[in-house]
């Protein structure tokens, strides 16, 4: 039988439901406030000051935005930057992380004290674009996957959660004749679907919010993401311009306000999207890797 809660009880969660419920409404009112002023009038935005729910809505800032025929494109690249890009850094960081987790590596002390030397020093701005240069990646999409292709910092809690891994389970594969890849691929990877899970969306924000790499490297203005491309279009709408081909003469700028709003919808909704299929395995992957050293 359930025990009553005692009146202290009562109380303290009350608190905690309260306490909760403010701090929610803290984090979703600035994401309610952007979409909402991006689908809101002019008018309305400059008499309200604060919108969090329009009455006349208005579709001025995406059709300025979508009036450049190059977003679409901007859009597929970035798509297909971010998923060539993770796959790539989750195929490198598991195989490197793998042999560190074993104890009887040569020189393993030597390789993660040069990983770690990595977190807190680098070679620099100047030199890392030389070196990019120097291999020919200029205005590649190379440029913006090679610099970072492994993380140290989830290259260590990977490398932690293989070490948790059960022993037997190996020994079992090489009694069966499995090769040391074979148990790579066959057992280890499928087993470490939640910490896979989670650094595939580290790295896929990563790629999507790529933005000052691609300033830096991408002077094709076909190959910018998208992040570098909505910098463009607010620069143009600061200035009073826009792809004035594909806009309807009659067609009024919306205020550079409204224009700022929607290019953050535009930018955050589709990594949005991805989070809910990763979200199960978020908290237990990071976790599972971060309680050994």
Same mark, same amino acid.
Request: proline share 5%.
């Given at each position: %039988?359930?025990?009553? &809660? /005692?009146?202290?009880?009562?109380?303290?969660?009350?608190i905690?439901?309260? #306490? #909760?419920?403010?701090?929610?409404?803290?984090?979703?009112?600035?994401f309610?406030?952007?979409?909402?002023?991006s689908?809101?009038?002019?008018e309305e935005?400059?008499r309200?000051?604060?919108?969090?729910?329009?009455?006349?809505? /208005?579709?001025?800032? +995406?059709?300025y935005?979508?009036?450049?025929?190059?977003l679409?494109?901007s859009?597929?690249?970035?798509?297909?930057?971010?998923i060539?890009?993770?796959?790539?850094?989750l195929?490198f960081? /598991?195989l %490197?992380?793998y042999?560190?987790? &074993?104890?009887t #590596?040569?020189?393993?002390?030597?390789? %993660?004290l040069?990983?770690?030397?990595?977190?807190?020093?680098?070679?620099?701005?100047?030199?890392?674009?030389?070196?990019? !240069?120097?291999? +020919?990646?200029?205005?590649?999409i190379?440029?913006?996957?090679?610099?970072? #292709?492994?993380?140290?910092?989830?290259?260590?809690?990977? *490398?932690?959660?293989? @070490? @948790?891994?059960p022993?037997?389970?190996?020994e079992?594969?090489?009694?069966?004749?499995?090769?040391?890849? $074979?148990?790579?691929?066959?057992?280890?990877?499928?087993?470490?679907t939640?910490?896979l899970a989670?650094?595939?969306?580290? +790295?896929?924000? $990563?790629?999507?919010?790529?933005?000052f790499q691609?300033?830096? +490297? %991408?002077?094709?203005?076909s190959?910018?993401?998208?992040q570098?491309?909505?910098r463009?279009?607010?620069?143009m709408? @600061?200035?009073?311009?826009?792809?004035?081909?594909?806009?309807?003469?009659?067609?009024v700028l919306?205020?550079? @306000?409204?224009i *700022?709003?929607?290019?953050?919808?535009?930018?955050?909704v589709?990594?949005?999207?991805?989070?809910?299929?990763?979200q199960?395995h978020?908290? *237990?992957?990071?976790l599972?890797?971060?309680? !050994?050293?």
């Open positions: %039988m359930v025990q009553d &809660k /005692s009146l202290g009880s009562r109380v303290f969660d009350g905690n439901y309260t #306490l #909760l419920t403010v701090f929610s409404l803290i984090t979703v009112l600035p309610i406030y952007i979409v909402a002023g689908i809101t009038t002019s935005l400059t309200r000051g604060v919108v969090l729910f329009p009455t006349v809505f /208005s579709w001025e800032a +995406y059709r935005i979508f009036s450049t025929g190059t679409v494109h859009l597929l690249f970035t798509v297909y930057l971010t060539l890009g993770t796959l790539m850094n195929f960081t /598991s %490197m992380a042999p560190l987790a &074993k104890q #590596l040569f020189g393993r002390r030597a390789f %993660m040069m990983i770690v030397f990595t977190i807190l020093f680098n070679g620099g701005l100047i030199p890392t674009f030389l070196v990019v !240069k120097q291999f +020919y990646m200029l205005d590649t190379w440029a913006l996957i090679i610099p970072g #292709l492994i993380s140290a910092f989830n290259l260590i809690i990977l *490398k932690n959660f293989f @070490q @948790q891994l022993e037997g389970l190996e079992s594969a090489k009694i069966d004749g499995c090769s040391d890849v $074979g148990i790579f691929f066959r057992i280890v990877l499928p087993l470490s939640p910490a989670t650094f595939s969306l580290f +790295y896929a924000v $990563g790629h999507w919010n790529s933005y691609a300033l830096i +490297y %991408m002077n094709d203005s190959k910018w993401p998208i570098v491309l909505l463009q279009i607010v620069i709408a @600061q200035g009073g311009i826009g792809d004035a081909a594909n806009i309807d003469p009659n067609f919306p205020p550079v @306000q409204t *700022k709003m929607a290019v953050i919808v535009v930018a955050t589709p990594i949005l999207i991805v989070y809910p299929f990763l199960k978020f908290a *237990k992957g990071v599972l890797g971060s309680v !050994k050293g």
